[in-house]
């Protein structure tokens, strides 16, 4: 089962590296890692997806806690934040394969940012599943290259580190 955690942390030097050492000390995979600071600049908000069945999500979690710099530990996996991804797609855009470049691009309100006369650079806004769902339908047009933030979340209401 995929989990997003967001752990809140001091933001020194040195914290991300040992968050992610956690992960990796213990064999657990992170499948994708943002990190910025918050309203408060002593403060950053490190959103991590992982899969684990709930004992490793709740060993996760108290390896965490024990961390000095960690201040608090949110489990978003029951589906009570928000989650949104961008992604940045480059595609062959053909004369043949323009026009149907651009309805998936419409159908998803996405942007493109980019034309060559070989090519569309598109962004994608949105929750991974439309990312994944944008890219399913791109792919057979000739996907070129791909770059992914990874999910950044936030709690519903007030689900929140703060709430």
């Given at each position: 089962?995929?989990?997003?955690?967001?752990?809140?942390?001091?933001?020194?030097?040195?914290?991300?590296?040992?968050?992610?050492?956690?992960?990796?000390?213990r064999?657990?995979?992170?499948?994708?890692?943002?990190?910025?600071?918050?309203?408060?600049?002593?403060?950053?908000?490190?959103?991590?997806?992982?899969?684990?069945?709930?004992?490793?999500?709740?060993?996760?979690?108290?390896?965490?806690?024990?961390?000095?710099?960690?201040?608090?530990?949110?489990d978003?996996?029951?589906?009570?934040?928000?989650?949104?991804?961008?992604?940045?797609?480059?595609?062959?855009?053909?004369?043949?394969?323009?026009?149907?470049?651009?309805?998936?691009?419409?159908?998803?309100?996405?942007?493109i940012?980019?034309?060559?006369?070989?090519?569309?650079?598109?962004?994608?806004?949105?929750?991974?599943?439309?990312?994944?769902?944008?890219?399913?339908?791109?792919?057979?047009?000739?996907?070129?290259?791909?770059?992914?933030?990874?999910?950044?979340?936030?709690?519903?209401?007030?689900?929140?580190?703060?709430?």
């Open positions: 089962m995929q989990h997003t955690i967001s752990v809140v942390v001091e933001n020194e030097f040195g914290v991300l590296a040992r968050v992610s050492g956690l992960f990796s000390g064999g657990f995979n992170i499948d994708s890692l943002t990190v910025a600071p918050t309203s408060d600049e002593s403060l950053s908000r490190i959103t991590i997806v992982t899969r684990g069945d709930d004992a490793v999500l709740e060993q996760i979690t108290k390896q965490l806690n024990k961390l000095v710099d960690v201040i608090k530990v949110l978003f996996s029951d589906g009570s934040a928000i989650e949104r991804e961008l992604a940045l797609i480059k595609v062959t855009a053909e004369d043949d394969s323009r026009a149907e470049v651009l309805r998936i691009v419409d159908i998803f309100r996405a942007k940012i980019d034309v060559t006369p070989k090519s569309y650079t598109i962004e994608a806004t949105g929750a991974p599943a439309k990312i994944n769902a944008i890219l399913d339908l791109l792919r057979p047009l000739g996907l070129k290259e791909l770059v992914r933030t990874g999910a950044v979340a936030i709690g519903r209401g007030a689900k929140g580190w703060k709430g």
